[in-house]
């Protein structure tokens, strides 16, 4: 059974810092491009950062300079340290595991950046 499992989320203040973890199981993990998706109330979701097998990262021009995606393949896990939150970063974020065609999806977590 594939299980994605996101956790860190929760209301912070703008200027503020989240770490986001997903814990990864009933697949290769370290085969795996893992990616952070969000999105906002209303609208479409959106790649946030994405992390290749071998460790190499790309971020959205939104994230860029704030946000570090990081991956554990001991623990399979993935990380996203969010740094210098502000309320637009206000979503639904969701990790995704990609490997060809087959795509997994966590279920996700709020992250509110409010005063």
């Known amino acids: 059974q594939v299980l994605l499992v996101e956790s860190g989320g929760g209301l912070v203040q703008p200027g503020g810092s989240l770490r986001l973890s997903c814990a990864a199981s009933?697949?290769?993990?370290?085969?795996?491009?893992m990616s952070w998706y969000h999105q906002a109330p209303g609208k479409e979701r959106e790649l946030a950062a994405v992390?290749?097998?071998?460790?190499?990262?790309n971020y959205a021009d939104s994230v860029k300079g704030r946000f570090t995606i990081s991956r554990d393949n001991a623990k399979n896990t993935v990380y996203l340290q969010m740094n210098s939150l502000k309320p637009e970063d206000t979503a639904v974020y969701y990790c995704?595991?990609?490997?060809?065609?087959?795509?997994?999806w966590g279920q996700g977590t709020q992250v509110t950046v409010s005063s």
């Open positions: 995704n595991g990609r490997w060809g065609g087959i795509s997994y």
């Open positions: 009933g697949f290769t993990f370290s085969n795996y491009f």
């Open positions: 992390i290749s097998s071998g460790g190499i990262t």
